[in-house]
């Protein structure tokens, strides 16, 4: 007899509910998929079947009995496929290959010193076609590529607008999928990095965060009930552009007195060249040289970053008081000069933010450094993967 469509969809959704499973707590057995499903027996058995012979799950010794056969437990296949993400800086593209649970197998890293959209995208193609080629043989191979942009993308997955790269309506998700016949999915480099934190990081305790990618510019990444938040089209967590200084100097997006320009970064470089501070001509190099003069001691550049970390407390208490989170994560590359930023960033934020949401409130550097948006942008694309009707992939 045909299965109907509501038939079809109901056991797409009991599989990929077992597979998640499996996925989350094996090793365990069949009873135990069924007793936390509340699948009966019969049909958890032929869905681990199905997943048994499409290779996503892999069945290993005996486990321990409760007085009858000893069951046979499942284990995920995490090497059933493999996937690429990327997340593209302003002044670099960061490339890993990665498998099925995030596992990083290989990792790329190019710096850039232009943002010239058919450049950038040479370099990407290059960074694919490396990760492709040490990729080891699987069943299915590469299942998809995400990118993580640092601008306005929307559910479509094209880039409206990218200020720090000079980029507007562009549409690099089609032209990507056409050179390599491989999935792409493309999304904001706060919300992966947000997503890598809440599946990989320092956010997998919590159900409510908040990620402030503090790179070049500053993106924010909102988690809540569990649920990345995008907002109707796509645009939430613009809130590098939210204004701290009325009056203040003209920001890239076209307004006045953005957080970025204050918090980011780009605003360390800045004020270091202000201060006649000498610097490396390569610009990747230029916050790693600050931060070790903070280590030598150096006043000024102590002074610089307490300053930064001041201004990115403005910033999060506005953010604290908006949403009353139960963490704040902080990552990207201002991350590394966590030691200097966090004593003024800490006293901004108990000074600014309202006792209440202090109380339960975990405020935290991330552990990932600058993996986070790729490993997040990795994540969407291996659910998109297993949430596919493998039978006709």
């Known amino acids: 007899m045909k299965m109907t469509w509501n038939q079809h969809f109901v056991k797409v959704s009991n599989k990929s509910l077992v597979l998640q499973i499996i996925n989350n707590e094996a090793p365990l057995s069949r009873a135990d998929i069924s007793l936390r499903t509340q699948l009966n027996k019969g049909t958890v058995s032929s869905l681990v079947k199905e997943l048994l012979d499409e290779h996503l799950c892999l069945e290993v010794g005996p486990g321990e009995s409760n007085g009858g056969r000893r069951p046979v437990m499942l284990l995920f296949n995490q090497k059933a496929g493999f996937t690429i993400g990327i997340d593209l800086g302003v002044n670099y593209i960061l490339g890993l290959l990665t498998d099925l649970q995030g596992e990083i197998i290989e990792e ?52 409206l607008l990218a200020p720090n790269l000079g980029w507007k309506d562009i549409s690099i998700k089609d032209e990507i999928e056409n050179e390599f016949n491989i999935p792409v999915t493309i999304e904001n480099e706060a919300n992966a990095g947000a997503y890598g934190e809440k599946r990989f990081g320092v956010g997998q305790e919590h159900s409510d965060l908040i990620y402030v990618s503090a790179g070049i510019g500053i993106g924010v990444g909102i988690i809540l009930n569990n649920e990345l938040y995008r907002g109707t089209d796509g645009f939430s967590g613009e809130m590098g552009h939210m204004m701290i200084k009325e009056n203040g100097i003209q920001c890239r997006c076209g307004s006045y007195g953005c957080w970025e320009l204050y918090a980011s970064e780009h605003a360390v470089i800045q004020k270091a060249e202000q201060l006649n501070i000498p610097l490396p001509v390569a610009n990747e190099e230029k916050l790693s040289y600050l931060i070790n003069l903070a280590m030598d001691k150096d006043e000024r550049v102590l002074e610089l970053f ?55 409130l975990k405020i935290t550097f991330s552990n990932l450094s600058t993996y986070s948006a790729a490993l997040g942008v990795s994540a969407f694309t291996i659910e998109n993967f297993l949430k596919t009707d493998l039978p006709n992939y």
């Open 108 to 159: 790329k890293i190019t710096l850039l010193d232009q943002t010239d959209y058919s450049q950038v995208t040479k370099f990407i193609k290059e960074m694919i076609s490396t990760l492709l080629s040490k990729t080891p043989k699987s069943h299915y191979g590469v299942v998809g590529i995400g990118i993580g942009v640092p601008g306005i993308v929307n559910n479509s997955g094209n880039i």
């Open 306 to 360: 307490n300053d930064i970390g001041e201004n990115l407390g403005f910033g999060i208490s506005n953010i604290i008081n908006t949403f009353n989170p139960q963490q704040i994560i902080i990552g990207n590359r201002l991350a590394m000069a966590k030691d200097f930023l966090q004593d003024s960033l800490h006293q901004v934020i108990k000074q600014r933010t309202l006792p209440y949401h202090q109380e339960h």
